[in-house]
């Protein structure tokens, strides 16, 4: 077994329903995540790997199960980002399987960091990605509920309203020290159309650099505006992960920002913190798998 390979996940700092099949989808993606790993695949293939696996599990607020707009729409967001700086992103993208794979289209296949809306879903059905309906009988219940109490159809606060809000991300370290981040989001539910969140915004859920990678989760507004993801990655090239993390939330804390944050740096240590009433978590290291 190679020594430095390490993989961590979470799904989301929001509320923590389903804890079983949370917690098996989380052991399924880092599992998956650290086989790529294991035999000697990229931190980029092994996040993506895990990534696609929690889109796909439904009960995650990514992909399919993600949250309503408050029209009734699932717009997602997604973002990849490797050491090396190389990063890839979609906004508000609708009607496909896996966003996370969009964006690491973005990323190696176009000049370009970010796509969103209409041109995103034309990117992604030009690069072969079929229509795929994202929503489920779950989240429209819980749609059709939160929206009964809205008193405008077009409101302009959305933190009255929304109080539910969840991601998932991966970040992993391969056996050449490379460092690379997943994060995927369908948002706040009832949010306005067209709110793009945190996650596909550079340093704000996604970043990683020769120093390490870090996801975050939580309140999106709060997340962008004090660049979470960064701020994890400039505590962890000063000292150790768990110190990086602890100061982050601190910080966030302070500036009433809720959130989650999961991370590796450059050695493979993990930082895993959150100042939410709960986030569900699983990493593999040294072969040894732990979670929530
Ligand atoms: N962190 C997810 C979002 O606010 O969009």
Redesign the pocket.
């Known amino acids: 077994m190679r020594k430095r390979i390490a993989i961590i996940a979470h799904g989301g700092a929001g509320g923590l329903n389903y804890p079983r099949r949370r917690k098996s989808g989380l052991n399924k993606a880092v599992k998956a995540g650290y086989e790529i790993l294991r035999q000697g695949g990229s931190s980029l293939d092994a996040v993506e790997a895990a990534a696609i696996i929690l889109e796909d599990t439904k009960i995650f ?1 990514a992909g399919t199960g993600s949250y309503f707009n408050l029209t009734g729409d699932v717009e997602m ?1 997604a973002s990849v980002m490797t050491s090396e700086l190389n990063f890839g992103a979609v906004g508000i993208i609708r009607d496909v399987r896996n966003p996370i794979s969009v964006a690491r289209m973005v990323m190696e296949k176009t000049d370009h960091l970010l796509l969103c809306g209409e041109n995103a879903i034309k990117f992604a059905r030009f690069m072969g990605m079929g229509y795929h309906d994202p929503k489920t009988k779950e989240k429209e219940h819980i749609w059709r509920r939160k929206k009964a109490k809205c008193e405008s159809n077009y409101f302009k606060k959305i933190g009255d309203f929304t109080d539910l ?3 998932i991300g991966a970040v992993a370290i391969d056996q050449h020290g490379l460092v690379a981040v997943a994060t995927s ?4 539910n009832l ?1 306005l159309p067209g ?1 793009v ?3 596909p915004v550079i340093g704000a ?1 996604t970043y990683a650099d020769r120093h390490g990678g870090a996801s ?6 709060q ?1 962008m505006r004090h660049l979470i993801a960064l701020r994890a990655v400039t505590f962890m090239a000063k000292m150790p992960a768990k110190q990086a993390g602890k100061k982050t939330i601190d910080y966030a804390t302070k500036f009433g920002c809720r ?1 989650g944050i999961i991370g590796l740096n450059k050695k493979g240590e993990v930082l895993c913190i959150n100042n939410t009433k709960a986030m569900s978590w699983c990493y593999i290291k040294n072969g040894r798998l732990r979670s929530f």
């Open positions: 607020n967001d809000y969840g991601t989001s369908g948002g706040i949010r709110r969140g945190d996650t859920g975050a989760t939580g309140h999106g507004e997340i959130c």
